[in-house]
């Protein structure tokens, strides 16, 4: 069984609600709206998605790592802090 996480599901849904626009020379442009200032631009589709992809990977990590306010993306709440258990627990 694939084993999935939090990181690789957040960036799945966000890239669910990517909008893609092709511009008058032809190339593309794609964004995220609930991810503001999530844009990159591609002479084709697939490499504007590709550039989309990494922009995106950069601001979550930027994002996480200056604590902003990143948006919840279906269930999933980048914002909450981690559960810790002591360590005696283990």
């Known amino acids: 069984m694939a084993r999935q996480y939090i990181?690789?599901?957040?960036?799945?849904e966000a890239m669910a609600q990517?909008?893609?626009?092709?511009?008058?020379?032809?190339?593309f442009a794609g964004r995220i709206p609930s991810c503001k200032g999530v844009i990159a631009f591609g002479a084709t589709l697939r490499e504007c998605e590709d550039e989309l992809r990494s922009t995106l990977e950069d601001w979550i990590w930027l994002g996480l790592k200056?604590?902003?306010?990143?948006?919840?993306?279906?269930?999933?709440?980048?914002?909450?802090?981690?559960?810790?258990?002591?360590?005696?627990?283990?």
Request: proline share 7%; charged share 25%.
């Open 66 to 90: 200056l604590g902003h306010s990143l948006p919840v993306l279906g269930s999933i709440d980048l914002n909450k802090e981690p559960a810790r258990e002591p360590v005696d627990a283990v």
């Open 18 to 27: 990517a909008v893609y626009d092709k511009l008058e020379d032809g190339s």
């Open 7 to 12: 990181l690789s599901e957040y960036l799945n």
